[in-house]
């Protein structure tokens, strides 16, 4: 039997950690649901369109395929429903329909677990034997990394990660809490919590050095605590991802564990200017910690002041969250200070006028019923 157009190569790397140049591949049913727990529905969680591919209606023994950030992702159909159990024929069948699409779309490597051998109970042996035989005899080499697959429903029936939501200020959480948020590769960090930390911590020299990228972890440590800027997205101006969160929180899971970190206090990650759904995000939060010892996070939200409108409408406009910043260096660049119903008006070097938000003076304010508003001018 020829096999040398195809190279297996089995590895104990989490799956979803396997390099961007691979595409991925996992078992499914032809319904696309998937017990809790399960790689299946670790993927539905991390790539989604999980209804898309519902509505393909594919047949057992066929292969469903998305694309999500320049990568392939291969669902192989191998059975009817999550109650029946997957063939040899089944797989083979699922097997050859990958192998077309890899074909016509010249790819040539794919990470995949030992399909079919967990819960459906195939043999290893025969199921990489069957790989060999459909992938032998391709036009050019195929090289099949075969990751390790850490089943999740028993951690997740007695989760290590408890997420507590508390209503607050982020900066609040006690000093043996590890602080994250999340933000662009650029360090931008002009708009919303981010410019928090910018203006709190700085360093962000420091962080572009490290040269952290999308799915990845940018560190700092201040009195002994360690701030973590997960990186979800390259620049300021994009939108951030379930799938680009995820990947961040397994790299600052690694450094959790080297570091024996189990408390974090975390704002509602990408849920204000990027609009994540904040009911999804704790799924992917708890699958992305999963760690070998208990974890506590608070999860803070903030809730802004009624806001008053008239002549500081113009500025309001523009600003996407509202905090109050007067604990930290931002206190000492009060531009001007106006009383509600008076004309904002500025002195010194420094002019405000009408403020927009990516103009090179950045305009934070905050405006409450009977207080003065504050206008921060920060040099970006």
Request: with cysteine; proline share 4%; aromatic share 10%.
């Amino acid at each position: 039997m020829a096999t040398a157009n195809v190279k297996i190569v089995e590895s104990k790397l989490d799956i979803f950690q396997a390099p961007q140049s691979y595409a991925l591949a996992h078992a499914v049913e032809s319904s696309f649901s998937a017990l809790r727990g399960s790689l299946a529905w670790q993927f539905s969680l991390i790539y989604g369109d999980v209804e898309e591919l519902r509505q393909r209606r594919v047949a057992r023994g066929n292969c469903a395929v998305l694309e999500h950030n320049a990568r392939f992702v291969y669902y192989l159909v191998t059975k009817t429903s999550i109650y029946d159990a997957s063939t040899y024929e089944d797989v083979q069948a699922a097997l050859i329909c990958m192998r077309e699409h890899m074909r016509n779309h010249e790819i040539t490597k794919v990470a995949m677990p030992r399909i079919c051998c967990g819960n459906d109970g195939l043999d290893w042996k025969q199921v990489k034997r069957l790989m060999q035989q459909t992938f032998a005899h391709g036009e050019y080499p195929i090289e099949i990394l075969i990751c390790e697959h850490e089943d999740m429903s028993k951690e997740l029936a007695a989760p290590k990660c408890q997420i507590t939501e508390a209503k607050g200020n982020l900066f609040s959480a006690p000093e043996n809490f590890a602080l994250v948020h999340s933000v662009s590769a650029d360090f931008a960090m002009c708009a919303g919590i981010n410019l928090q930390f910018r203006c709190k911590f700085g360093q962000t020299d420091e962080l572009k050095r490290q040269n952290k990228h999308t799915g990845n972890v940018a560190v700092l440590e201040q009195g002994g605590r360690f701030i973590y800027n997960l990186v979800t997205k390259e620049r300021s101006h994009e939108k951030c991802t379930y799938t680009a969160l995820y990947y961040a929180l397994l790299a600052m899971r690694e450094h959790m564990r080297e570091n024996s970190v189990t408390k974090l206090a975390i704002p509602r990650l990408g849920c204000g200017i990027d609009r994540l759904d904040w009911l999804a995000c704790p799924q992917p939060a708890g699958a992305g910690l999963r760690l070998t010892t208990k974890v506590d996070i608070i999860a803070f939200f903030y809730t802004p002041p009624q806001m008053v409108k008239g002549q500081h409408e113009h500025c309001l406009s523009h600003l996407s969250s509202y905090e109050d910043h007067t604990d930290t260096a931002l206190g000492q660049r009060i531009a001007s200070i106006a009383p509600p119903g008076e004309r904002l008006h500025s002195e010194g070097p420094n002019p405000i006028g009408i403020v927009y938000m990516y103009s090179k003076w950045f305009a934070w304010g905050l405006v409450a019923p009977n207080a003065p508003l504050l206008i921060y001018v920060v040099d970006t």
